[in-house]
T-cell receptor, first 112, second 114 residues
């Protein structure tokens, strides 16, 4: 069974601060995705990382895939209240199309 | 907006009843996956449908079943509801076989079992 562990589970910060969310596993994933979910909505895809060591930037968000494709991180620079939400990492394993294994999520609250 | 619509948005049932949840996938997508998200947890994979057949299943009992129709819309059926079935049920559509498959999620159906 493939498992993804996210940390921290909760994060409460002030506007303008930086933060990092971690996603770790003992399993190798063919690719890893990060989603953001708001209350009453489904997850929305932010990024997909495929290659070990890959770094992708999306405005103030930086995503990194570990060299061994077992872990990933999400770094947000100068957080804003609009960044508030549940951040989920999810991995595709093997040939299980559509079967995403999700982490338990990180609830981020950014206070003005 | 993802183009994936789910109905109903909220539902209250009692233990032992049966429920049917519906999902219309995004235009051009041929695959539908269903996920269960308990409060405070990440979504868990229930099963996937492709070409009207089950194409992969997670660790859920047989009382969770599904259908996919020729227009690629889908249903999730749950029989003999239990209290622990209370959760947000998410449907995601995708195009099977594309590189770096992208899933587009609906807003979900919030099921409460009393």
């Amino acid at each position: 069974t493939q498992l993804l562990e996210q940390s921290p589970q909760f994060l409460s910060i002030q506007e303008g601060e930086n933060l990092t969310v971690y996603c770790n596993s003992s399993s190798v994933f063919s690719s890893l995705q990060w989603y953001r979910q708001e209350p009453g909505e489904g997850p929305v895809l932010l990024v997909t990382v495929v290659t070990g060591g890959e770094v992708k930037k999306l405005k103030r968000l930086t995503f990194q895939f570990g060299d061994a494709r077992k872990d990933s991180s999400l770094h947000i620079t100068a957080a804003q209240p609009g960044d508030t939400g549940l951040y989920l990492c999810a991995g595709f394993g093997g040939t299980s199309y559509g079967k995403l294994t999700f982490g338990q999520g990180t609830i981020l609250t950014v206070h003005p | 907006e993802t183009g994936v619509t789910q109905s109903p948005t909220h539902l209250i049932k009692t233990r032992g009843q049966q429920v049917t949840l519906r999902c219309s996938s995004q235009s051009g997508h041929n695959t539908v996956s269903w996920y269960q998200q308990a409060l405070g947890q990440g979504p868990q994979f229930i099963f996937q449908y492709y070409r009207e057949e089950e194409n992969g299943r997670g660790n859920f009992p047989p009382r969770f079943s599904g259908l996919q129709f020729p227009n690629y819309s889908s249903e999730l059926n749950v029989n003999a509801l239990e209290l622990d079935d209370s959760a947000l049920y998410l449907c995601a559509s995708s195009l099977l076989g594309q590189v770096n498959e992208k899933l587009f999620f609906g807003s979900g159906t919030q099921l409460s079992v009393l």
